[in-house]
């Protein structure tokens, strides 16, 4: 069975930092690609970041928004993948996900994700 747990959401005053953790289970994280997504009141889901798999590289995908200011990696001793957040503004507060893609492709969209977890609050004041 495959979980993924995130935690490290919470309240922050603008131009804050914070860093969401996603625990994963039943899978070794580093064979598929991982991504963090956001969903904002009245808006869909986006992907803001995404780390591929090990075996293919690593590489990294950012939303334009979250460019400089993201930044995802993966421990993969630990089964956790990170997202660090930097200068967050009040249009980012949103639950935020971490998920799995368990087939290959295109992972910048959130119809690649085949397992999600249940979301961390992050909201972020003015």
């Known amino acids: 069975q495959v979980r993924l747990i995130e935690s490290g959401g919470g309240l922050v005053q603008a131009g804050g930092s914070l860093r969401l953790s996603c625990a994963v289970s039943?899978?070794?994280?580093?064979?598929?690609?991982m991504g963090w997504l956001r969903r904002a009141p009245g808006k869909d889901r986006e992907v803001v970041a995404a780390?591929?798999?090990?075996?293919?590289?690593?590489?990294?995908y950012y939303a334009d928004s979250v460019k400089g200011r993201f930044t995802i990696t993966r421990d993969n001793a630990k089964n956790t993948v990170y997202l660090q957040m930097n200068s967050l503004n009040p249009e980012e507060t949103a639950v935020y996900y971490c998920?799995?893609?368990?087939?290959?492709?295109?992972?910048?969209?959130?119809?690649?994700?085949?397992?999600w977890g249940q979301g961390t609050q992050v909201t972020v004041s003015s």
């Open positions: 998920a799995l893609q368990q087939a290959g492709g295109s992972f910048t969209g959130p119809q690649a994700y085949d397992y």
């Open positions: 039943g899978r070794t994280s580093s064979s598929y690609a």
């Open positions: 780390i591929s798999s090990s075996w293919s590289g690593g590489r990294t």
